[in-house]
C-alpha cells in the first residue's frame, strides 16, 4: 500500500508527467499534490465540477455503471481524472504533456497506483 504522496510521486516518473493530486470531490480540496504546469488549487475544484457533472449525467440516464476515467484533451496537455477506488468521494488528476507521454501507459499507471493508494 501506498500514501498519497508515495502515489503522485509513482505518477510523476511517467514520462511528460507535469502534475498530480489527489481530491476530495465533495469540497473540491486537494489531499496532496506534486509538480507543476497547472494551477492545482483551481483544477482540483474544477474538475469536481466535472465529476459531479458526470455522476449527475449517468443518474439521469439510468446507468448503472461506474467511471473508470476521464480524459480531457488538449492542445499540449492530457488531463486524466480517476475516482479512486479505494475512497469514494476521491479522486486522482494527472496533467502530461501531450507531446511527451504516452497516452496509454499513463492510463495502466493511473490503474495501478490507484489500486495501492491508501488514505
Excluded: W
Excluded at 506534486?34 to 439510468?62: F, H, I, P, W, Y
Excluded at 486524466?80 to 499513463?106: H, M, Q
Amino acid at each position: 500500500m501506498a500514501t498519497i504522496r508515495q502515489t503522485l510521486d509513482e505518477l510523476m516518473t511517467c514520462d511528460g508527467a507535469m502534475c498530480a493530486a489527489v481530491v476530495d470531490s465533495e469540497s473540491g480540496m486537494m489531499l496532496g499534490s506534486t509538480g507543476s504546469g497547472v494551477d492545482l488549487e483551481v483544477a482540483a475544484a474544477g474538475n469536481t465540477e466535472v465529476v459531479r457533472a458526470k455522476l449527475k449525467t449517468m443518474r439521469q440516464l439510468g446507468l448503472n455503471d461506474v467511471i473508470e476515467d476521464i480524459l480531457i484533451t488538449l492542445g499540449k496537455q492530457y488531463h486524466l481524472i480517476r475516482p479512486s477506488s479505494r475512497k469514494e468521494g476521491t479522486f486522482v488528476y494527472f496533467v502530461l504533456d501531450k507531446g511527451k507521454s504516452n497516452l496509454a501507459l499513463a492510463r495502466r499507471k493511473l490503474q495501478d497506483v490507484d489500486k495501492s493508494l491508501t488514505f
